[in-house]
């Protein structure tokens, strides 16, 4: 996933008049704010030849997650790719079962996937 958009300091010039953007705008999204707590939270080393990818709902085949979940892709150089899934709060789940387990322990219900 690559992170888009662009910060601003909250105003625009607009025919002299000051305007406010709305608090999406002007903070860091969501998905930015998972990522950061990931790579605060595990700090990892890794193979140089280790590509690392992160996605979120908005990325193809992953509109299934809910927003602020992320899932981290490893693409190692024999050709495997592991896939790890991560909540808001940064926290790590192993399997997509453990994904769902963890929403239906926080009372959600996932009706088609």
Known sequence: MEAGGSLSNGSERGNG???RKNEAETSPNITEQTIAKILHKRKMRFNSETARFFFDNTAPGYGWLLPGWVVEER????GRIYKYYYDPDGNF???????LNAWERDG???IDF
Do not use: G, Q, S
Not at 75 to 78: A, E, T
Not at 93 to 99: A, I, N, P, Q, R
């Open 93 to 99: 789940y192993k399997t997509l079962t453990e994904v």
């Open 17 to 19: 008049n000051r305007k």
């Open 75 to 78: 693409h190692m150089i024999h």
């Open 108 to 110: 959600l219900v996932l």
